[in-house]
Each structure stands twice: as C-alpha cells, then as structure tokens.
C-alpha cells in the first residue's frame, strides 16, 4: 500500500511520494504536499501581519484538527497576539457530518471589543462553523475573520463566513496535517486520501 521511496523520481514529483513510515500506513496519496502547505502559510501569515499590526489578535484554535496549521500559522506571523482554544463534538469515528455540535471547552478569554481570528481545519458541511461563529458573535467581539486549512467544494454546504482559505480541495475524506480518522493520521506533514481498506477493517469501522 504504502510506495517506498526509492530516491530516484522525477525531482517534480518526490514531493508526492509517500515516505514508508508507520504514520503513513494506509495513505493512498498525498493531495496536497507539505511544501505546498508551509508556502501557503507563509503568504497567510503575511496577509494577517498586515491586517492586524496593530490590533493585537486573538488567534482561537478549533481543538483538535485545527491545532497544526494554527500552530505553524502563528509561529510565522511576526506581529504580537494571543491565543486561546475551543473545543467541539466531532464526528467521532464515522466519516460523515452528523450536524450535531456540542461545545466541549470554551474560551478561556473574553472576546468583547476584541478581533479574533477563528482557525479551522476544514469546512465541510460548514455546520461546525456556523455554528461556532453564531455563537462568539453574540460575545461582541470588534470582528471575527475565519481562516481555514481546507475547504471542500459541495454544491449543498451551509452559506457560512470564511474569509481566508489555503487550499480549495474535491469532496473527498481527507487526512493528516492536523486531520484525523479515527484519531489517527494527525501527525502527516502533508494533507492525503487514504486507502479505502483502511475504513472497511474493523479497527476503524
Ligand atoms: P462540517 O461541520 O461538516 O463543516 O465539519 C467540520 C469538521 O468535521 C472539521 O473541523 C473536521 O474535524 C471534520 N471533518 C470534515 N471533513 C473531514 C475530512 O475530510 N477529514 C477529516 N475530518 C473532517
Ligand atoms: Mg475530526
């Protein structure tokens, strides 16, 4: 399943083999490399040093598929901020919205006046998101931008604000860079599709 390494690809295409590690078991692709996604977060964090130089944000992270892009996210943004964390119901092991959010853990911090930035890892049916930003706008924040790692093109998703995107991706599961199935995966470097054996065994069922 996994593709080994053999170092001798074409140089345009090594950065799509999918090394031979245990994390990587059951990964069928890499759709977006991790090259592609440290670039992108570059141009971000660029984009956010300049809307709030000075405005001291809050950067809330969505526990616990949004951990790894807020992280790299804020560590190259040059600008003082803060952050804070929420946590929500997912999915549990099942591969598909069941549009029940539950709050799980909230802010630490007050948000009045403040401007925060809500960083996502993907917005699917865009239920999570919705309901996440109804719920901090009645907090009176100054404004809330929403930054995701991904976004998935369906034609039926929820019309809910984001204002930053890295990556547009096709309406597939995805895993890895902060994404999981099943808790697994979330420790890829890189954003890839699995093996459609891996939810067919029954550990991952
Ligand atoms: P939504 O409410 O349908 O937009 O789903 C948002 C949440 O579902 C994300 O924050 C993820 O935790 C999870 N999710 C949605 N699609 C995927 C996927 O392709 N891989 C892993 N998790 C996903
Ligand atoms: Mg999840």
């Known amino acids: 399943m996994i593709q080994k390494s053999e170092g001798q690809e074409d140089a345009s295409e090594q950065h799509l083999t999918i090394p031979a590690e245990p994390r990587a078991e059951g990964v069928a692709r890499v759709l977006i490399p991790e090259r592609d996604i440290q670039h992108e977060i570059q141009v971000i964090a660029r984009e956010l040093d300049e809307e709030y130089a000075n405005d001291?944000?809050?950067v809330v992270g969505v526990l616990k598929g949004a951990v790894t892009f807020m992280?790299?996210?804020m560590n190259a943004m040059t600008i003082p901020l803060e952050i804070d964390f929420m946590a929500i119901s997912s999915y549990g092991k099942a591969t598909k919205s069941s549009g029940v959010v539950r709050i799980m853990k909230d802010l630490n911090e007050e948000i009045e006046g403040r401007r925060v930035i809500l960083v996502e890892d993907i917005v699917d049916s865009g239920l999570t998101l919705k309901y996440l930003?109804?719920?901090?706008e009645r907090r009176n924040p100054r404004d809330i931008r929403v930054v995701a790692l991904l976004k998935k093109n369906k034609?039926?998703?929820e019309k809910v604000q984001v204002d930053r995107v890295a990556f547009e991706i096709p309406d597939e599961f995805v895993v890895g860079y902060g994404l999981d199935y099943?808790?697994?995966y979330r420790n890829l470097p890189y954003v890839a599709i699995l093996d459609p054996s891996v939810y067919s065994t029954p550990d991952g069922e």
Not at 133 to 136: I, N, R
């Open 155 to 157: 034609a039926d998703a």
């Open 56 to 58: 001291k944000p809050l």
């Open 71 to 73: 992280v790299d996210v």
């Open 182 to 184: 099943a808790e697994a």
């Open 133 to 136: 930003l109804d719920l901090l």
